[in-house]
């Protein structure tokens, strides 16, 4: 951390940390719903549950996007953030609309429309609130020293989910439509512009902890970026295969998302060519795991699960069952949880000067929550694959099916017993760093103006890094 104004992202994170907390014990209810132990049905129906924890998911990876351009782009535009004022009042109105939204499911105020539930009114707040935050990053650009790469990537990913939050705002009476938009905004948010916030924040990360060249980093970022729209865009044919739309969907989405998997794989080649390239010289090793496992664990989520059901010939039978569940969490861990916990665990260090990513603690809580989600996502799978032969195949019942996936429920909550530990050692390990210090921002500071031989503790040298044999 080089400039005071950083430190707010420390609080976006902590938000981040309280909310993913929130998600998990959710998760929970949920896991035990689907055992069948349904004692607080009353008060918590398995809708809402729903509901909350996929709702409480991008509210806390949207805190964490904020979070992490609080704190790339000041470095990347080398000043203060241009308003820190307003970057407080959007922090503080951002959390008061997601409890408001939260509470409200609790009393079946929403709008249905998975994803997308929040009511009407609290749509307008939102976007009020990202014009903010996005103005205050512009501003900071636009003033700033330097217009990398990395930030003007980073600001256009953050703009073009911004934007594609509007088409969740209209409203039809026709279904069909209704759906057709609702996918603008979740499949051109997940498989599109945050893919460009993705390969931003890893090409920040990459630069810092690997100390190879900007320049080779950053010419990555034009290829991924490439490759995601090329098929991302038409991808998104994939799920209008039974929605009521014309049928040349079913060949467009099948063929381009069928090619979505490569811009993952781009990632994933990515990131462990420039760690092997730099070495493994940075002492946060631990950050540099969460970089990599980032791009792998994305790579197999999103690519290799997603392209297990994104063929027409296959989601005829898959489509909404426990199949896209089982995609649905390593996808989302992969690509966009551990992206924010590996900017997490790069800028606690850099914030408040205590090197606590040293010890068992930081590596158990990488290991557990990673074997954890791999066992949840099998479990999933388990369970998706009986569901669709069972009922799909053989006819059965649907409630009569689904009270025989119980006993595999059971799986699910051991897993994510597992997962829950990892992720309740990494937030110890977060709090155990404490509050960012002036004391760690005047030591990074000092640092980089001795134009430091080091390459990975700060980048303020990359411009003149000297180019890796
Ligand atoms: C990080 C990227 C990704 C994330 C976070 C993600 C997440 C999700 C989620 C949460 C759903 C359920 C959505 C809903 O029903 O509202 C879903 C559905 C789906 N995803 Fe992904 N996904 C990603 C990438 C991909 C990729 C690259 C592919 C294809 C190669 C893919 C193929 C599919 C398909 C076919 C469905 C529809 C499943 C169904 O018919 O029920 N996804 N994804
Ligand atoms: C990082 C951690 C997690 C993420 C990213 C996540 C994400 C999600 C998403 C995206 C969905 C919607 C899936 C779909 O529409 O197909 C979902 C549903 C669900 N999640 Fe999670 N979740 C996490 C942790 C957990 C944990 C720890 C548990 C259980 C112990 C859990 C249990 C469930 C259950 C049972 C559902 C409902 C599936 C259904 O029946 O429709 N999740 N989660
Ligand atoms: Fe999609």
Known sequence: MRFQSQKIAWYFFAACMGLFVLQLIYGFILGFDRMGWEGLHEIIPFNVARATHTNLLVVWLLAGFMGAAYYIIPEEADREIWSPKLAWIQYFSLLAVGVVAIIGYHFNIWEGRKFLEIPRPLDYLVVVNVLAFLFNILMTIWKGKRMTTTAMVLFFGLLTAALLYLPGMWTFDNLVHDSYFRWWVVHLWVEGVWELIMGAILSFLLIKLTGVDREVIEKWLYIIVGFTFLSGILGTGHHYYFTGGPSYWLMIGGVFSALEPLAFLGMALYAIAMARRGGRKHPNRIALSWTIGCAVM???????????????????????????????????????????????????????????????????????????????TGAFAVMGVAQVYLERKAGMDFLD??????VHAFALILAGALFTFGIVLFVKNFISYGLPSDEAMIANASEADATASDSGSTDAIDGAAAPQA
């Open 298 to 376: 994305s790579f197999v989520g999103a690519g290799a699960l997603g392209f297990a059901h994104t063929l027409p010939q296959v989601n005829l039978w898959t489509h909404g069952t426990l199949v896209t569940a089982m995609h649905g969490h390593m996808a989302f861990w992969g690509a966009y949880c551990m992206l924010i916990l590996a900017l997490i665990s790069y800028a606690l260090p850099e914030m408040t000067g205590r090197k606590n990513y040293k010890g068992w603690m930081p590596e158990w809580a990488f290991w557990c929550s990673n074997i954890g989600m791999i066992c949840m």
């Open 401 to 406: 099916v689904q009270e025989g996936l119980e």
